[in-house]
């Protein structure tokens, strides 16, 4: 994951607006497979160029957001209908990136666990996006 501050911030409507853009066509085979609805490992294999980061969703200046997560219909962080929801983990932690072929969007962060990082990738479903203001 890249580190660098100067990475445009993206709100939820940006958000949004992009993940409406990039539903436009199909997924190509290039990034076919990371098209997860909800949080799945990165594949091993995966050629990470394929990807590029457009922005971040990490808040400038805050070296330690929330870990609280947002469920209000009962999903779970996994759920492929989670909500994305700016201003709570994991998206709060999550880089905006977009494929170098189809320009479709998606999100990415690092798990961090006591023994292993495990990088992850969601899809951007706009309509999972939550726009209210959000964050513990
Ligand atoms: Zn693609």
């Known amino acids: 994951m890249p580190e660098d501050a100067s990475l445009p911030f993206y709100s939820a409507h940006e958000l949004m607006a992009l993940g409406r853009r990039g539903q436009q066509a199909p ?3 290039h990034c076919g497979a990371l098209a997860c609805a909800g ?3 990165v594949p091993g294999g995966f050629d990470a160029a394929q990807l590029r980061c457009l922005g971040t ?3 400038a200046g805050d070296e330690d957001p929330t870990l609280l997560e947002y469920h ?3 999903t779970h962080a996994w759920s492929a209908d989670a909500p994305i929801a700016p201003g709570w983990f994991p998206y709060n932690r999550c880089d905006v990136w977009a494929c170098t072929t189809c320009e479709r969007p998606y999100l990415r962060y690092t798990e961090y666990g ?3 990082t495990d ?3 969601r899809a951007l479903h706009p309509d999972l996006v ?3 203001e959000s964050g513990g």
């Open 130 to 132: 939550v726009t209210e």
């Open 119 to 121: 990088p992850r990738i």
């Open 27 to 29: 997924p190509c085979s």
């Open 57 to 59: 969703l990490r808040p």
């Open 114 to 116: 006591g023994y292993y």
């Open 72 to 74: 209000p219909h009962g």
């Open 39 to 41: 949080w799945e490992s």
